[in-house]
């Protein structure tokens, strides 16, 4: 393998992983990765509570396999491989992710700019099957891990990046004290906020840091067959609802809600109207696309209003008296 001679930060590319039904995937994505790195860059692998798995990476990965020794979910292992990382800039990767050439370059020369403490990138979806379900609507595409309709472009701030590829200075994540354990994916449960968390915790910690979008950055974000359903979407869209009533709770309604109100009132109104004005051009999928965008809102909804509820509920309720003797 060689390394470029280009200067810059030294990069740690982090991949966190948990089963062996993506090993496919995590095995391509590592090696797309490796190709990219140059002296002085690393590629750690965490691998989430699952000893056999650790194994098998160790002895077919050309990557440095390190354990989980936090809480189990992605939170938990993030925290593990930063603690790890030697980088100046930690490069997330998800374990279904594959980057494209140039994808660590493209990180590397944002953060010429000292402002700048972390940088979202560009994650295309790979459909398993070729196209996207004809019914999906692209506005919807964060249910999915990927870019959707109402991203700012190249170089423009972002509130939060999407954490199947995303940069961050290794000296920030140490200052705000990584990922929270609160919020977040632990398995294939559909839940999420820790990167709009974590964000949203730099910038309260310092409000000149800096936040962007690298659409060079990019990767392919595989989408299995099984998160093309109706049923996965709504159910997607509760979870994030859950997820945004306690990431709400945690850092204050005004930063973890603020993308999301313009989102609702400008981006999800225009793509009913784009998708109702398809049907006159004969694609008859336009009313499906156009109904499931309330059908998505409304879930969201329905997941916050619920996980505030609840959270309500558990407080209000008085704790049973002790029966153990004092």
């Not at 790890?84 to 594959?98: K, N, P, R, S």
């Not at 000292?114 to 999906?136: D, H, L, M, N, T």
């Not at 820790?194 to 950055?217: G, M, N, S, W, Y």
């Not at 313009?262 to 694609?283: N, Q």
């Amino acid at each position: 393998m060689t390394h470029a001679s280009a200067t810059g930060p030294t990069v740690t590319v982090l991949v966190c992983t948990y089963t062996a039904l993506r090993w496919p995937e995590l095995a391509a994505g590592v090696a797309a990765a490796r190709d990219q790195l140059r002296a002085g860059d690393e590629l750690l692998v965490v691998v989430d509570h699952n000893d056999e798995l650790l194994l098998r990476v160790r002895a077919e990965l050309s990557a440095t396999a390190v354990p989980n020794t936090g809480a189990r979910g992605l939170s938990g292992g993030r925290n593990t491989g930063v603690a790890a990382a030697t980088g100046d800039i930690v490069l997330f990767l998800d374990d279904d992710a594959c980057p494209a050439p140039g994808w660590i370059e493209a990180y590397r020369a944002r953060f010429a700019d000292p402002a700048v403490v972390a940088v979202g990138g560009s994650i295309r979806p790979a459909w398993e099957g070729g196209a996207a379900p004809r019914w999906f609507p692209p506005e919807f595409g964060w249910v999915i891990g990927c870019d959707y309709i109402g991203l700012p472009g190249d170089g423009e701030p972002i509130r939060n990046p999407i954490g199947a590829s995303m940069a961050v200075r290794r000296v920030t994540l140490d200052e705000v004290g990584g990922f929270s354990e609160l919020v977040g994916r632990v398995g294939t449960l559909p839940v999420g906020c820790e990167e709009t968390d974590l964000a949203i915790r730099v910038r309260q910690a310092d409000p000149t840091a800096v936040i962007l979008r690298d659409t060079t950055a990019q990767v392919d974000h595989l989408v299995p067959r099984q998160r093309q359903t109706v049923k996965y979407f709504v159910s997607r869209c509760y979870h994030e609802g859950r997820s945004k009533a306690v990431l709400s709770r945690r850092v204050g309604s005004a930063d973890g809600l603020s993308s999301e109100r313009s989102y609702a009132t400008k981006v999800l109104p225009r793509g009913m109207v784009t998708h109702l004005k398809a049907v006159g051009g004969g694609d008859g999928y336009g009313v499906l696309r156009a109904g499931l965008v309330p059908v998505g809102l409304g879930a969201t909804g329905i997941g916050f209003v619920s996980a505030r509820l609840r959270r309500r509920s558990s407080v209000a309720t008085p704790a049973a008296p002790s029966t153990a003797n004092g």
